[in-house]
């Protein structure tokens, strides 16, 4: 059995339910189940082969969906595209992957530079689905590790990291899912973040079952509410920055949510103290998650009753089905209950590796393990608890950052010496991106050139919220720029702006 085989049955048992419920209108199990083979069918015209990679570059919408589930049907791998991205950087990932087709909408195909694959518009659809109305896709067997996705962490420095996931990783994410969730028929998933994320992790477990998908328009305030209020949302998955804004929401409160059961937020930390407002303003229903994109989205989970406990509220949960986390210390070694040290992932969950990249694999994967770069410890009754992070990553909005990459855009400007790059802890965001810059003698920049600078090669989402210019960055005996100096320097200059 393969991942799309759980929406095939379900077209067979649900046909007349709703499977996507967006601003557009309605779309039945059985519209679905039409308009995915027939999607399936045009993408095996251009290549027949299964495995060949077929991009995506689009913002939320029911095509998205047929597209991502016909993808699946055709035998293809799914190689998700960030739409907030820039051109350089998707070509970048392009390039390494070699998609034989790219399906996109208007703003995505404008991304898209010509001759990295067929571009294949979603206004194209409709005529599609007509041609290959009455054909079925070759149904091609495959291996549990053979791939079904590759998603990129990271990567506008050097080669792209794209994470090889495989059949039995998506397998055990959709068991995992629904036994977690207790997903029913009856549930409405209320989508409000990119698919092409986390939140694409929940759409085949919910197919799976008959639910419906319910698509904002935006993650403005308004169209969530809507979805709740309205639509009768019962389940969502968000990152703490829409949560919190949802209930910053002037006139909003717990009665606009009529039918919620289940509020996942995921993408980045939450303090406790948070938690707690969310819980007093939403009711029972704050849950999470901890995985990785090596290991997708639900190695652990916190159920709501669970994070009821004040005990359990700063945990990331126990480890779920086909999923084993243990906790190891720098040579390795297993470390008891109470010990700090780095959480490693084994089990059905793991990525077969990086894209074309053996010798990060290997500096990931050691014995079978995935060393997650994150650090914790596991309480006596198996609930995670993450410290820190190993790896220097900032996690603004639900989105990875890397530092590096921003460091590598600064460097390219004429005026800049020497750039380091650094988070921020932040009540909206979960962290913010931010900057220390040395320039070069006789230059000078402001710090709002500096960042359209950085926006235009990388994006909103990498642009630093602040930069700070030094004369000579701080270092160490032997050159290093010490980052926790500046961080420090910098946490000490907002908390001196804040008390005058």
């Known amino acids: ?158 080669l792209p990291k794209g994470v090889m996931q495989p059949c039995r990783a998506w397998m055990a994410n959709i068991i995992n899912q629904i036994g977690g969730w ?15 994320h986390g939140t694409g992790t929940y759409v085949l477990p919910f197919l799976a079952q008959g639910a419906t998908l319910v698509l904002c328009p935006s993650n403005n305030a308004a169209d969530i ?60 229903v704050i849950a999470t998650t901890y995985g990785q994109t090596e290991a997708p989205q639900i190695a652990t989970l916190l159920r709501p009753h669970e994070l009821m406990d004040p005990d359990n509220q700063a945990s990331a949960g126990r480890a779920t089905w086909y999923t084993d986390i243990a906790i190891v210390d720098s040579d390795g070694r297993t470390l008891a209950p109470g010990e700090t040290g780095e959480i490693t992932i084994q089990g059905e969950l793991v990525m077969t590796g990086y894209w074309k990249l053996p010798e990060k694999t290997a500096e990931t994967i050691k014995n079978n393990r995935l060393h997650t770069g994150d650090v914790g410890y596991l309480d006596e009754r198996g609930f995670l608890y993450i410290k820190d992070r190993l790896r220097d990553v900032i996690i603004t909005g639900g989105f990875n950052v ?19 790059v650094f988070g921020m802890a932040d009540d909206k965001w979960g962290e913010t991106v931010n900057a220390a810059v040395e320039l070069k003698p006789g230059h000078a920049i402001t710090e709002d050139q500096l960042r359209a600078f950085v926006r235009e090669k990388l994006g909103p989402v990498q642009t630093p919220k602040h930069i700070h210019f030094y004369q000579s960055l701080p270092r160490s005996s032997v050159g290093k720029v010490l980052k926790t100096v500046i961080k420090e320097q910098a946490l000490a200059a907002s908390t001196h702006s804040e008390s005058r």
Request: one cysteine or more; proline letters at 8%; charged letters at 15%.
């Open 1 to 158: 059995m393969l991942p799309i085989d759980f929406l095939h049955r379900a077209v067979l048992l649900y046909p007349d339910n709703i499977a996507i419920e967006s601003a557009t209108g309605q779309m039945t199990y059985r519209e679905l189940g039409v308009a995915v083979r027939a999607l399936a069918c045009a993408l095996q015209a251009v290549d027949p082969e299964p495995g060949s990679r077929v991009a995506m570059c689009a913002a939320n919408a029911p095509e998205y969906i047929v597209g991502m589930m016909a993808i699946l049907a055709a035998g293809k791998v799914w190689v998700p595209l960030n739409y907030r991205s820039t051109t350089p950087e998707l070509a970048r990932i392009l390039d390494v992957t070699a998609p034989i087709s790219i399906l996109v909408d208007v703003a995505g195909s404008t991304l898209i530079p010509d001759g990295k694959g067929q571009k294949i518009n979603f206004s194209e659809f409709r005529a599609l689905a007509g041609a290959y109305r009455d054909q079925q896709p070759v149904a091609h067997v495959r291996d549990r590790n053979d791939t079904q996705a590759i998603k990129f962490t990271g990567g506008t420095t050097g």
């Open 182 to 196: 207790d997903i029913t028929a009856d549930d409405k998933f209320v989508i409000c973040a990119p698919i092409s």
């Open 225 to 284: 509410l809507h979805a709740f209020e309205t639509l009768g949302g019962t389940i969502t998955f968000m990152p703490p920055t829409l949560i919190y804004k949802l209930m910053a929401t002037p006139g909003a409160r717990r009665e606009n949510f009529p039918n919620l059961r289940l509020m996942i937020y995921g993408g980045a930390p939450m303090p406790v103290e948070k938690i707690a407002m969310a819980q007093a303003f939403f009711g029972p």
């Open 402 to 420: 890397y530092p590096i990459d921003v460091e590598g855009a600064l460097s390219q400007h004429p005026a800049v010496h020497e750039a380091a």
